[in-house]
């Protein structure tokens, strides 16, 4: 299946000069939405993963059933104010602006090979931030998975020592 065509272009969102790529035409297509979800686990079913961590709020879509059908636990990663106990926190940079985000204390357990899944790697801030997480924890970064990677904005080069892997890629 082409997932590509099922994403839509929206120009000049959130802000003008940004082509936004939205994936919510795809998670209305259930052949799409399925296809996305076993190319996922189809990655990573033979690798040794403990747990997987959702970025907010779309990394939840796609790591919770990624989860399920690997056999392991999830873990939310959510920004300030939104996780009820006891809370590391990261700040970092966005194309557009800063962020902060935040994990329980208790949700990595020291060693654990951990999945990390976000829809959109663009930057490189939200993911590195949230390997910093990880591993202040005392986990370890089994991998990045995400759904949509713009390599013209180069955000591996901040997770570059991780593995990486994008079911699509713009160029531009």
Same mark, same amino acid.
């Not at 300030?80 to 809370?87: N, Y």
């Not at 959109?120 to 591993?135: D, H, Q, R, Y």
């Given at each position: 299946?082409?997932?590509?065509?099922?994403?839509?272009?929206?120009?000049?969102?959130?802000?003008?000069?940004?082509?936004?790529?939205?994936?919510?035409?795809?998670?209305?297509?259930?052949?799409?939405?399925?296809?996305?979800?076993?190319?996922?686990?189809?990655?990573?079913?033979?690798?040794?993963?403990?747990?997987?961590? &959702?970025? +907010?709020?779309? %990394?939840?879509? /796609?790591?919770?059933? =990624?989860?399920?059908?690997? *056999?392991?636990?999830? !873990?939310?990663?959510?920004?300030?104010?939104?996780?009820?106990?006891?809370?590391?926190?990261?700040?970092?940079?966005?194309?557009?602006?800063?962020?902060?985000?935040?994990?329980?204390?208790?949700?990595?357990?020291?060693?654990?090979?951990?999945?990390?899944?976000?829809?959109?790697?663009?930057?490189?801030?939200?993911?590195?931030?949230?390997?910093?997480?990880?591993?202040?924890? &005392?986990? +370890?970064?089994? %991998?990045?998975? /995400?759904?949509?990677? =713009?390599?013209?904005?180069? *955000?591996?080069?901040? !997770?570059?020592?991780?593995?990486?892997?994008?079911?699509?890629?713009?160029?531009?």
């Amino acid at each position: 299946m082409d997932l590509a065509s099922t994403i839509r272009s929206v120009p000049d969102f959130p802000i003008e000069g940004i082509l936004f790529y939205d994936i919510t035409t795809m998670l209305k297509n259930p052949a799409a939405l399925k296809e996305s979800i076993d190319q996922l686990t189809q990655h990573y079913q033979n690798k040794k993963i403990d747990v997987v961590a &959702g970025i +907010e709020s779309r %990394g939840f879509i /796609f790591g919770m059933p =990624l989860a399920y059908q690997l *056999g392991v636990g999830f !873990i939310p990663i959510r920004k300030p104010g939104k996780l009820p106990a006891e809370t590391v926190a990261e700040s970092y940079d966005l194309e557009y602006g800063s962020n902060t985000l935040e994990i329980h204390v208790d949700a990595v357990e020291k060693g654990q090979k951990v999945l990390v899944v976000d829809d959109l790697l663009a930057t490189g801030g939200t993911a590195a931030a949230t390997c910093n997480l990880i591993e202040k924890l &005392g986990g +370890e970064v089994a %991998g990045l998975a /995400f759904i949509i990677e =713009l390599s013209f904005l180069q *955000g591996r080069d901040k !997770i570059k020592n991780y593995d990486i892997f994008s079911l699509l890629t713009y160029d531009e």
